[in-house]
């Protein structure tokens, strides 16, 4: 669930450069599932 969401994200801010829609929007929502990314990968690497 968490990976759809990134690609959808990383999606529509590629298209945001092409077409300049949502502005600033995508780019907080970017950032946001980046940082939610990572938290995931160093709590996954630690239960291991």
Excluded: D, E
């Amino acid at each position: 669930m968490l990976w759809t969401i990134i690609v959808i994200l990383v999606v529509l801010w590629l298209l945001g450069f092409i077409g300049h829609v949502g502005g600033g929007l995508i780019h907080l929502l970017l950032v946001v599932a980046v940082v939610i990314l990572v938290i995931n990968l160093i709590q996954g690497r630690r239960g291991l």
